[in-house]
């Protein structure tokens, strides 16, 4: 009896022990917008007149985008030696669709500018980004369009 009652016992606990199936997320194509990319050129129009405003000697600058949030740095390559020593750096969430990409910007080493949303169309070509939009801040007197291209860093 005893025997009997141990095998059964030990008959419910390897059923017991059967691995559940687990869920399975359906995983999408990745998104072209997630990966670290090297700022090659950037251009200002305000009121009509074109500003090249990268590259710039002796600096350099990435962006980086995961799933849900982006984050830039550009900074001089001299280590912050000299008079053209420049870091700036800023991130947030961001939301993309189709050819629409919106940054919601949380930090920025200029201050007033956080908390503001930027409307952007991309285009991508093989391994470049061209971000094109608006930028504007009333109360910084700041209206003017930007148009930069990204080269995906590998």
Same mark, same amino acid.
């Given at each position: /009896?005893? !025997?009997?009652? !141990?095998?059964? %016992? @030990?008959?419910?606990?390897?059923? @017991? ?5 687990? +869920?399975? $997320? +359906?995983?999408?194509? +990745? ?7 090297? =700022?090659? @050129? ?24 995961? +799933?849900?949030? %982006?984050?830039? /740095?550009?900074?001089?390559? @001299? ?28 930090? =920025? ?8 949303? %930027?409307?952007?169309?991309?285009? %991508?070509?093989?391994?470049? =980004? ?6 504007? $801040? ?8 930007? $148009? ?7």
């Amino acid at each position: /009896m005893k !025997l009997t009652g !141990l095998f059964l %016992f @030990s008959a419910l606990a390897l059923a @017991s022990c059967t691995q559940k199936p687990t +869920a399975t $997320i +359906a995983e999408g194509p +990745a998104s072209p917008m997630i990966g670290t990319w090297k =700022l090659i @050129s950037a251009v200002t129009v305000t009121k009509g007149d074109t500003v090249k405003d990268y590259p710039v000697p002796n600096q350099e600058m990435i962006k980086i985008l995961n +799933a849900t949030h %982006f984050a830039f /740095m550009r900074h001089d390559l @001299s280590k912050g030696k000299g008079k053209d020593a420049t870091y700036t750096a800023g991130g947030g969430t961001y939301d993309f669709k189709g050819d629409k990409y919106t940054e919601h910007l949380a930090y =920025l080493n200029a201050r007033e500018w956080e908390g503001r949303d %930027f409307e952007f169309t991309v285009q %991508f070509k093989n391994d470049t =980004l061209i971000q094109k939009g608006i930028e504007k $801040i009333d109360s910084l007197n700041i209206n003017h369009e930007i $148009i930069e291209t990204y080269v995906k860093q590998k």
